[in-house]
């Protein structure tokens, strides 16, 4: 049974009624539809329609674009749907997860950095302000993953760090405001990633702490999301086997299932130990963590016979649909079952009020609601916190403040920082033009067209030439990569640091903070985490001796190797 009075649903009688008259209203095709949460690429009319009319889905990530086509495309979804729809959102830097002309705010290891639980308030302020101006009411954050292991390819900036308190006061600040704005959060990824140095998108990782661990650490960390209200956990393709053979002993190897489909991790350590009495949905279903562990036409209706009430994204969503309608006729999923899970999505719902918005025709505010997105407010935010968290790791040299009359001639090296798809926006140019205005003279090694001649001109060639070294780094972590690591420009290497001995020569990253593992011997070394005109803009002031440097380390940048702190 659901609790619709307690936490976190809280609602009164009419609510409740309007959960209870809802669900007698449907059909079991109906209530299979209020499962799914598909991803929207299209602003196609017909086929929106198709998904909230024929399919009848219980909610909707769509990805983010202008804010003024979203709120349409949102209103639009809205009005045709029967049952108002969870619209969901990656809210975990700002209101760029909403709408691409939204507010970042900054990466959740930037907002660790200033070590100011007020920051993230701010960025959930940001988060839930913006994302309801274009419609949306579900924030997928914040992350609350512990970065224990620097290899994970994954967690990374998107964490509150590698120190449990920290992430526990941060995401609990985060989650409460998100709430008090109108929106659901979704804590994630259960049982908690961070410790396998592998990704969930492209395998069934571990969590391998001991139950001691684990209690200690992402289970404080979900304790503390839960009491302060949480309405939705999302469960990541993550085994746990400690605590899975402690829930049941009887369990093999081969029978260790990730949280999305581990009934004992769902039931027995979810709802039962934590008390989580809200809504469980999974993470993206089309990942090879859940596709690899079951053979999907079992595993779809799996997943919510395990626990879970919301499944995530589709393969296909028809073919998905079917899977579910043949899972409760062969006995895999019960009526019972699923009745729950829509009693848990339609409980979200009515908590958020969205019963009333719809009869009120307010679930989409108008036009005016647009003018949030990088209001002044959010944006003097957005530089506040880039100033509080650049962090100055080491300095062994003592090179800064560096300036136009002593390193004016500057070779810099720029890594990552692609455009397109699942790449970082590239900021090194707005970083150049800064540097340049400042009276810096910049050069930037061209390692396509490099003259191999170069490399065997000796130390003289490069010191007349040069009075600095600049590497400004945005390799950021993203989905379906293996590693964040440098690979030095073929052949030989060429922009590697070699000269450190003979030029003064500084690391800036704006991503990833474990650098020093691939340049552990550069003495001048500076942690941004986020790729922002704001962080940017910061650094410089910095770099120039005219702002102090105030972040914390939110984790280990020197990777517990002793060389990389020389």
Same mark, same amino acid.
């Given at each position: ?107 959740? #290891?930037? /907002?660790?950095?200033? %070590?100011? !639980? ?7 302020? $940001?988060? +839930?302000?913006?994302? @309801? ?75 391998? #702490?001991? /139950?001691?661990?684990? %209690?200690? !650490? ?7 999301? $839960?009491? +302060?209200?949480?309405? @939705? ?334």
């Amino acid at each position: 049974m659901v609790d619709l009075h307690a936490k976190p649903f809280h609602l009164d009688d009419d609510g409740i009624g309007w959960v209870k008259d809802t669900l007698a209203s449907m059909d079991l095709a109906a209530k299979v539809g209020q499962l799914f949460c598909p991803i929207g690429f299209t602003d196609d009319k017909e086929q929106l329609a198709k998904l909230t009319q024929k399919m009848r889905i219980g909610g909707i990530l769509y990805r983010p674009g202008s804010g003024e086509k979203v709120q349409e495309t949102h209103r639009y979804l809205q009005e045709t749907s029967e049952i108002p729809l969870l619209i969901a959102a990656n809210l975990e830097a700002g209101g760029n997860g909403s709408a691409v002309d939204g507010t970042f705010f900054g990466k959740q #290891l930037q /907002v660790a950095a200033t %070590d100011n !639980t007020e920051m993230a308030r701010r960025l959930g302020v $940001i988060a +839930a302000r913006e994302g @309801s101006a274009v419609g949306v009411n579900w924030a997928f954050a914040p992350v609350v993953d512990i970065d224990v292991n620097f290899r994970n390819p994954i967690t990374n900036v998107r964490t509150f760090g590698s120190e449990p308190e920290r992430v526990a006061r941060m995401s609990k600040a985060y989650t409460a405001t998100v709430q008090e704005h109108g929106v659901a959060v979704s804590i994630k990824h259960f049982p908690g990633d961070g410790v396998d140095e592998r990704d969930h998108h492209l395998l069934t990782s571990i969590n391998s #702490l001991s /139950v001691e661990e684990w %209690d200690a !650490t992402f289970g404080n960390v979900y304790q503390e999301c $839960i009491d +302060a209200g949480a309405m @939705s956990v999302m469960v990541g393709h993550i085994a746990y086997p400690a605590y899975s053979k402690q829930l049941r002993p009887e369990l093999k190897d081969t029978d260790i299932m990730p949280g999305t489909l581990a009934p004992e991790l769902l039931n027995d350590l979810l709802r039962g130990k934590l008390g989580f009495n809200g809504l469980i949905t999974t993470d993206a279903t089309p990942m090879a963590g859940f596709m690899m562990a079951m053979k999907r036409e079992t595993a779809v209706p799996a997943s919510i016979a395990a626990g879970c009430d919301m499944f995530l994204f589709n393969k296909s969503i028809e073919e998905d649909f079917f899977f579910m309608m043949k899972g409760i006729e062969t006995g895999i999923l019960t009526v019972e079952r699923l009745d729950e899970a829509v009693t848990r999505i339609l409980g979200v719902k009515a908590s958020l009020g969205l019963h009333t918005k719809k009869r009120e025709g307010t679930l989409v505010p108008g036009l005016e609601a647009l003018s949030v997105l990088k209001c002044d407010e959010h944006m003097r935010w957005a530089g506040e916190c880039a100033d509080q968290s650049v962090t100055l790791v080491k300095d062994t040299q003592q090179l800064l403040p560096i300036s136009p009359e002593r390193h004016k001639r500057i070779l810099l090296f720029s890594l990552g920082g692609e455009d397109g798809l699942f790449k970082s926006t590239n900021i090194a140019p707005y970083f150049i033009s800064k540097l340049e205005a400042e009276g810096f003279e910049v050069k930037i090694f061209d390692t396509k067209n490099f003259d191999l001649r170069a490399m065997f001109a000796g130390v003289k060639a490069m010191t007349d030439q040069y009075d600095a070294a600049i590497y400004f780094s945005n390799m950021e972590t993203h989905s379906n990569q293996t590693v964040v690591r440098i690979n030095w420009a073929p052949p030989f290497g060429l922009d590697m640091p070699w000269f450190i001995q003979e030029l003064p020569t500084m690391f800036i990253s704006v991503a990833n903070p474990y650098h020093l593992l691939d340049v552990p011997r550069i003495p001048t070394f500076i942690n941004a985490y986020s790729a922002s005109e704001q962080v940017v803009d910061a650094i410089i002031e910095k770099l120039l001796g005219r702002s102090s440097f105030k972040g914390i380390n939110p984790v280990d940048p020197f990777c517990g190797y002793w060389d990389t702190r020389l």
